[in-house]
């Protein structure tokens, strides 16, 4: 079975400070993980994806993301937040081994403080 | 904006009525995948479709259906709703068929309200 975990359901910041977002997983096979933002009312966007390769993987509107095997992490990360990053973030896993579906972690909260 | 659509955005009904909500997916996407989100659940995977076949099935109960048509648009019904299926129905598409790191994109989503 594959799952995620997301430890913290609140992340406060203050503009211009740096951004970072926690995400476990587990799952038997080769991992894929994702990253989607849910702005208010709003569906889920893409923000970036891990396959393979690079364990520094960049994505939209300055976001990046380290994937770390030994650890089973993939932390979201963003140099200096602005308000405008203020959201509900979902880390998400597909098991490359045995299943199609996505599962998502719980979603953690994003306040970033002018 | 994702280029994935849904109707309605927002939906109000009484417990036992059907309602059916429907999903255009991205253009050249095959695959369609249902999602639940609610507060107590979070985000829960229901079903996926490939090309109008049934492809994957997770947390979908025995009242819920799916279907995905020629054009390959979709329709998910909702039958003798309960208080507890108030929730925000997402769907989401995907190029092919889903697996390894195939990204998947998502609509606004319908809002519906069981009273």
């Known amino acids: 079975a594959q799952s995620v975990a997301q430890p913290e359901d609140q992340v406060n910041v203050a503009e211009g400070n740096p951004l970072t977002v926690k995400c476990t997983y587990s799952v038997s096979g080769n991992p894929y993980l994702f990253w989607y933002v849910q702005y208010p009312n709003r569906g889920l966007q893409f923000l970036l994806k891990?396959?393979?390769?690079?364990?520094l993987v960049k994505g939209s509107y300055g976001f990046e993301a380290e994937f770390n095997k030994s650890q089973t992490s993939f932390h979201l990360k963003k140099p200096s937040a602005l308000v405008s990053d203020s959201a509900l973030y979902f880390c998400a896993v597909r098991d490359g081994s045995n299943d199609y579906k996505l599962s998502f972690g719980a979603g953690t909260t994003v306040t970033v403080r002018a | 904006d994702s280029g994935v659509t849904q109707t309605p955005k927002h939906l109000i009904t009484a417990t036992g009525q059907r309602v059916t909500l429907r999903c255009s997916p991205r253009s050249g996407d095959l695959s369609v995948y249902w999602y639940q989100q609610s507060l107590d659940q979070g985000l829960q995977f229901l079903i996926q479709y490939y090309n109008g076949e049934e492809r994957a099935k997770g947390n979908i109960l025995e009242r819920f259906s799916a279907q995905q048509f020629p054009d390959l648009h979709s329709e998910l019904n909702l039958s003798s709703l309960e208080l507890g299926d108030s929730a925000l129905y997402f769907c989401?598409?995907?190029?092919?068929?889903?697996?390894?790191?195939?990204?998947?994109?998502f609509g606004p989503g319908t809002r519906l309200l069981v009273l």
């Open positions: 891990y396959i393979t390769g690079d364990n």
């Open positions: 989401a598409s995907s190029v092919a068929l889903g697996d390894g790191g195939e990204t998947q994109y």
